[in-house]
Every structure is written in C-alpha cells, then in structure tokens.
C-alpha cells in the first residue's frame, strides 16, 4: 500500500475565458474543478495505474467537504482529516485566444495546537503498514514545520519507505531525518543552501550533500529539461522529449507517481526515472490535470533519454 499525505490541498478551479481584459467583465465559456493538492495528485495517477493507494488528506468547512466529494469522485480512497479552518481555493483563468494561465493561490490558514497533536496520532495510523509514503507539498503553518520530519522518522522505524517533496522549513528538517528520496527542483535546492547548480560539479556536490544525510535517491528536476538523479552513488542525467505543453501544472507530482509506479514493480532505478519522465511529459502535453493513464505515459517512455554519468 502507497500513503500519500497531503497538509495543504486545495481546491483546483478553473475558468476558460476568450481573453482576460482588466478592469471589465469577463463571462466565461465553461469551468472546470478538480481535488488539488500535490499528495492528492500522486495519488490519483498511482490509482490510474492500478497501484493500491491511499490518500491521507487535511480537510476543513465547506471546502473540505467539497474537496472530499471531489478526491471520491476520483475514486481515491481518502483519509480525511478534520480541522476548524477552511480547506483553500486555487483559481486558475485560462485564456483560450493566447493559451496563457494566470493563478491566484489562497493561503493555508492556521491550525491549533490541539489540533497538530491529534493530526499527527491519526497520520503515524495511516502509514503503520505503508510500503511507501508520498509527503507531498506545503504546510499551513509554522508550528507544522517538523511534521514530515516526525512522520519520516517513525516511518523509517517500520522499514517503510518515505519520499520528501516539499520546500522551505519543512523541507530542510525533512531532510535532516533520512528520507529514502527527496526532489528538490533547481530554485529549491538552490535557495535551501544558497549553492548555485550551473556545472556538473555542482550537481555532484548537490547529490553527496543528500547522501551525506543517509538519503539514497536524489531527484532534482529541471522542468522542461528533464532532470538529474543519483541512486547510492549512481549518477544519471534524464532528458525528455519535447512536447507542445498544454497545462504543465502537476508534472512534478507526475513525476513522483512514475518513480513510484516502478518502485513498486521492483524495476531498475533507470525505469523508475524513464518512467518518472513519461509521465510528466504526458501530463504537461494533456488536461485535466495529473489525470493519467498508463497507455498516455507508455507513448513516452522510449522517447526518454537516459545517460549514465
């Protein structure tokens, strides 16, 4: 069984407008509202590739519950979690005339004390018998900082794997607990150690500093120019073909869900990233969002170029 757990969903709306003017109105000509969230995206392509998945969720108001109404209408198995403060919003107006995106994000909104401590009894529940959790994403909150690292911690007590994918101070005490597998991108790793990666020795350097820290999987993606990796020493530099991009929001949970897929099929770290890469580029080339099958990421997967390094 694969956990995903995810602190800050929200709800991923989108309008379809002509061409969006300033200062007048604009009606638009449909709408579309999917369960956002970066662990809730990983699962939902983990369920489509028929990989047993569930999905660990922090849940609260109205929102929430249409959230969860959306995450069943995927027909992920949800964990809920309830909280006081409402579950966020993510509006996105796409101009259809000039295929262009503008994003307004809501901010989490704080979580209580009380509320961290019973958060954290009932997520260590979720992944007892987990082979692998996802964490996936932002926390709302700073008193939320060292929660993947608990969480990592106690999930490496019990042999389970744990795959870190957020950014910030979650992400710098995550790291510090020995995750199996972290995936920074570029401006992640970038501004968590101040260390530029432009050369080779520089993502050299990158990689031995994760290893150092008891990390055997290094992922750094570099968006539309694939990515490096290193696996227990091993270093491979990935590219994927290029494709004409048609919402490239969720790939790098994509990404994620790849890797995943094959660790589960015990593939060779190669095929996990190929098909890591496959399946970023085919949800970048496809909507709705993070919603795939294996025939769309299979199209890709020979097109995937891997180099030993």
């Known amino acids: 069984m694969i956990v995903t757990i995810t602190l800050n969903p929200l709800i991923d709306k989108t309008l379809f407008v002509d061409c969006l003017q300033k200062g007048v109105i604009s009606r638009t000509s449909r709408k579309e509202m999917v369960a956002g969230g970066k662990g809730v995206n990983v699962a939902r392509v983990l369920k489509n590739f028929g990989v047993p998945v569930k999905a660990f969720v922090m849940l609260g108001g109205h929102t929430g519950k249409l959230l969860a109404d959306l995450i069943r209408r995927d027909s992920i198995p949800l964990i809920p979690f309830w909280v006081k403060a ?5 509006v996105r107006i796409h101009e259809t005339a000039r295929e262009l995106n503008t994003t307004i994000i809501e901010e989490g909104d ?9 958060l954290k009894q009932k997520a260590l529940a979720a992944i007892r018998r987990a082979k692998i959790v996802v964490l996936s994403g932002s926390v709302p ?10 969480l990592i911690r106690e999930a490496r007590k019990n042999k389970t794997l744990t795959i870190l994918d957020t950014y910030g101070e979650s992400f710098l005490h995550g790291v510090g607990a020995s995750p199996f597998m972290v ?15 432009r050369r080779a020795a520089d993502y050299l350097a990158a990689f031995q500093h994760f290893h150092d820290k008891g990390i055997e999987f290094v992922v750094i993606s570099l968006g539309e120019k694939g ?3 290193s696996f227990k020493g091993e270093t491979f530099v ?6 004409k991009e048609i919402m490239p929001v969720g790939s790098g949970d ?4 790849g890797i995943v897929y094959g660790l589960t099929r015990n593939f060779p770290v190669e095929e996990c990233l190929r098909w890591g890469v496959a399946a970023g580029c085919a ?12 025939k769309q990421v299979e199209r890709y997967i020979p097109l995937v170029s891997i180099r030993k390094v």
């Open 227 to 229: 990515l490096r990796a």
């Open 86 to 90: 409402s579950t966020r919003f993510s």
């Open 141 to 150: 909150g700073a008193n939320l900082a060292t929660f993947y690292r608990d």
């Open 283 to 294: 949800n970048a080339a496809v909507w709705p969002i993070a919603d795939l099958s294996r």
């Open 110 to 118: 704080f979580i209580t004390r009380d509320e961290v401590r019973r």
């Open 238 to 243: 990935v590219k994927p073909p290029v494709v």
């Open 183 to 197: 995936k920074p991108n570029r401006a992640e790793y970038e501004s968590s150690t101040g260390k530029p990666l």
């Open 254 to 257: 994509c990404l994620i869900a």
